[in-house]
Each structure stands twice: as structure tokens, then as C-alpha cells.
């Protein structure tokens, strides 16, 4: 049985095909990164069983489809990474709502999705509710 501190992150690996949503019995998980391979097909709807994550990072993969609003269940959430996939669709108002009311980082592609946390702050391709990744420079005031 994993510790409820549990990480698991296999990101920047070379990882292929679905995520199983059988992932979501891990339910003790703080940390889930699958983050940079070429994992494909739709993100299991399950996941939004895993009540410990507080990070969940599945950018830079070729998942499709809608976000499942069974993302907003999870409250303990505070970085959730979705950007540099293939969605569509809409990210929905119980997503948007952990931005809203846990200031949970939300990273979409505004280009490809209608975000509905977005509307008025999305300038270009992305969403500026995470400002990772962006090559910033300057001092911080």
C-alpha cells in the first residue's frame, strides 16, 4: 500500500497508448505526473476519484477529447497541467471552479478547448492561469 504522501511520476519517458483508469485505484496518491511521453486516447473520467491528488500533470501527450468534470471532485487539487494535448471541447465550470475557489493552477490550450475559467484573461494560444514553461525573465517585485 502506497504512503498518502505517495508520488508517482513517470513523466519524460517514452510511455505509449491509453491511460488506464484502473491508475485511479492509487487513490492515496498526492502527486500524479505522466507528463511528457505520447500516451493517447481519452483521460479516464476515474481519476476524478483520487480525493489525495494535489498534482496531476498529463501535458505534452496526445490525449484527446473533453476533460472529464469529474476533475472538479477533486478538492485537494492545486496544479492540474492539461495544456500540449489534443482536447476539445469545453473545460467546464466544476474544473474551473477549483481556479476559482482553491486558486488551483489550471494550464489549458485556449486555442483547442473553450475554457470557461478563460474567458477574458486567454491572450494567444494559452492560458495564463499558469505561467510556467514561458521562458520569463526579470525580477520578481
Given amino acids: ?20 483508469s484502473e ?3 492509487m487513490v492515496d496518491l498526492t502527486a500524479l505526473g505522466l507528463e511528457r511521453n505520447r500516451l493517447t486516447g481519452y483521460l479516464p473520467p476515474e481519476l476524478g476519484n483520487m480525493s489525495a491528488l494535489r498534482y496531476l500533470a498529463v501535458d505534452y501527450n496526445d490525449l484527446r477529447g473533453e476533460a472529464p468534470s469529474s476533475l472538479g471532485q477533486l478538492v485537494n487539487l492545486r496544479n492540474l497541467k492539461l495544456n500540449q494535448n489534443a482536447f476539445t471541447g469545453t473545460i467546464g465550470p466544476q474544473i474551473c471552479s477549483l481556479a476559482t475557489s482553491r486558486n488551483t493552477l489550471i494550464s489549458v490550450d485556449c486555442a483547442e478547448v473553450s475554457c470557461t475559467c478563460c474567458v477574458g484573461c486567454c491572450t494567444g494560444t494559452s492560458c495564463p492561469l499558469d505561467w510556467g514553461d514561458r521562458n520569463l525573465r526579470g525580477k520578481l517585485n
Fill in 1 to 20: 500500500m502506497l504512503s498518502p504522501t505517495a508520488l508517482f511520476g513517470v513523466g519524460r519517458n517514452q510511455l505509449i497508448g491509453p491511460i488506464p
Fill in 23 to 25: 491508475i485511479a485505484n
